[in-house]
């Protein structure tokens, strides 16, 4: 089955500094990499996600990577903000329906 | 647009008691939703893929008589922990997803979780 590593597992920024969190997966089937960000007590929130068929997307200060070559992809996030210190899950997609995910990246941007 | 309603948020309860936590889509139909259990500072593990109107279909090593997951109306999964114990706690959280026809690529959106803790 599929298997998701993300690194780093822990990432301190200071404020307005870029932040980056790759991922690798194992199955070269999986079409379909989201990103969620989960904060203390919440349920994870969709931040962005990629179809294989695509090599970059952006939306504002996110952006993410795909290389289906090398099997990983990237979440950046441009012009931290204290707001943005949360738990980032990358996800790659395992048959038609299930989500893998990562081990979870915890990001904490410093005022 | 697609929020996921998840209730209780927190349930505390003695050992033996069974908890049902229900999951609602709320302005989506969603065909299929998913329970995950998510341990302390640990990343999200599926439990089981809820398709409306058939029976689960549970992961490995995780006890259908357990963990029972009910999903009869395209808005609406239940899932009850039977005769729970000290080891069931966890947080535990749905997600659903949008039907879109034979596209299976759509997201995955998130109930924010319950947070079960059996004394």
């Given at each position: 089955?599929?298997?998701?590593?993300?690194?780093?597992?822990t990432?301190?920024?200071?404020?307005?500094?870029?932040?980056?969190?790759?991922?690798?997966?194992?199955?070269?089937?999986?079409?379909?990499?989201?990103?969620?960000?989960?904060?203390?007590?919440?349920?994870?929130?969709?931040?962005?996600?990629?179809?294989?068929?695509?090599?970059?997307?952006?939306?504002?200060?996110?952006?993410?990577?795909?290389?289906?070559?090398?099997?990983?992809?990237?979440?950046?996030?441009?012009?931290?903000?204290?707001?943005?210190?949360?738990?980032?899950?990358?996800?790659?997609?395992?048959?038609?329906?299930?989500?893998?995910?990562?081990?979870?990246?915890?990001?904490?941007?410093?005022? | 647009?697609?929020?996921?309603s998840?209730?209780p948020?927190?349930?505390?309860?003695?050992?033996?008691?069974?908890?049902?936590?229900?999951?609602?889509?709320?302005?989506?139909?969603?065909?299929?939703?998913?329970?995950?259990?998510?341990?302390?500072?640990?990343?999200?593990m599926?439990?089981?893929?809820?398709?409306?109107?058939?029976?689960?279909?549970?992961?490995?090593?995780?006890?259908?008589?357990?963990?029972?997951?009910?999903?009869?109306?395209?808005?609406?999964?239940?899932?009850?922990?039977?005769?729970?114990?000290?080891?069931?706690?966890?947080?535990?959280?749905?997600?659903?997803?949008?039907?879109?026809?034979?596209?299976?690529n759509?997201?995955?959106?998130?109930?924010?979780?319950?947070?079960?803790?059996?004394?």
């Amino acid at each position: 089955g599929e298997n998701v590593e993300q690194h780093p597992s822990t990432l301190s920024v200071q404020e307005g500094d870029s932040a980056v969190i790759k991922c690798t997966y194992s199955d070269s089937a999986s079409n379909y990499f989201p990103w969620y960000k989960q904060e203390l007590g919440k349920g994870p929130q969709l931040i962005i996600d990629i179809r294989s068929n695509v090599g970059e997307k952006k939306d504002q200060r996110i952006a993410v990577t795909l290389n289906k070559t090398a099997k990983h992809f990237s979440l950046h996030i441009t012009e931290t903000q204290p707001e943005d210190s949360a738990v980032y899950f990358c996800a790659a997609t395992e048959g038609f329906q299930k989500l893998v995910f990562g081990t979870g990246t915890r990001l904490l941007v410093s005022p | 647009g697609a929020v996921v309603s998840q209730h209780p948020s927190r349930v505390i309860c003695k050992s033996g008691t069974s908890v049902k936590i229900e999951c609602r889509s709320l302005d989506f139909q969603a065909t299929t939703m998913f329970w995950y259990r998510q341990f302390p500072k640990q990343s999200l593990m599926l439990m089981a893929t809820s398709n409306e109107g058939s029976k689960a279909t549970y992961e490995q090593g995780v006890e259908k008589d357990k963990f029972l997951i009910n999903h009869a109306s395209l808005t609406l999964s239940t899932l009850t922990v039977t005769s729970a114990h000290p080891e069931d706690s966890s947080f535990y959280i749905c997600s659903a997803r949008d039907w879109q026809g034979a596209d299976s690529n759509q997201p995955q959106h998130f109930g924010d979780g319950t947070r079960l803790s059996i004394l």
